[in-house]
């Protein structure tokens, strides 16, 4: 009796988590009001995946010459499949930072390329959804955290948040 209430109770519990939305669902979809689509590509010290300061570390580094493309986002949405069309590419400045201007509006996909020795912490597709307006925006949208493979752990370190 006892087994087949624990188990009823297991059974339960797994309809409850299949049932619950997956809280991340969103986490990489942003809708970006504007005159263009922007970021940031930087160096993620203690891999939490915010862009941050710390005493000991200052700001994160930015990364340059990281390549970024944009797509049209077709076919299945906020994925990348053969249906997409490749609008434009960039690669960040020295301050890490990539913009796309002149873009119309709809769905697009931001897509990250790794540098050499650096792995992602958060995802290296971001769908947008893009609404022109003649007015730019003066914060950055993305961001995209990477890290470097070889560099020793830093995650003791708090970085406070940072956003501009
Ligand atoms: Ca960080
Ligand atoms: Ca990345």
Redo the contacts with the bound molecule.
């Keep these: 009796m006892k087994t087949r209430s624990l188990f009823i109770s297991f059974f339960v519990i797994i309809l409850v988590l299949i049932a619950l939305p997956p809280a991340f669902a969103d986490s990489s979809s942003l809708t970006i009001t504007g005159d263009s689509v922007s970021g940031l590509?930087f160096d993620d010290l203690n891999g939490d995946g915010e862009y941050g300061w710390s005493v000991a570390y200052g700001e994160e580094p930015a990364l340059s010459s990281v390549g970024i493309q944009i797509y049209r986002d077709q076919g299945i949405l906020a994925q990348i499949d053969n249906a997409d069309v490749l609008v434009a590419q960039a690669k960040t400045n020295e301050q890490g930072i990539f913009q796309f201007k002149g873009l119309a509006g709809g769905s697009y996909l931001v897509v990250?390329?790794?540098l050499t020795n650096?792995?992602?912490?958060?995802?290296?597709v971001i769908a947008v959804t893009y609404i022109p307006e003649a007015v730019g925006s003066t914060e950055l949208q993305i961001f995209?955290?990477?890290r470097q493979v070889d560099r020793s752990q830093l995650s003791k370190y708090t970085f406070l948040p940072l956003v501009r």
């Design positions: 590509v990250e390329n790794d650096f792995v992602s912490v958060t995802a290296n995209f955290a990477d």
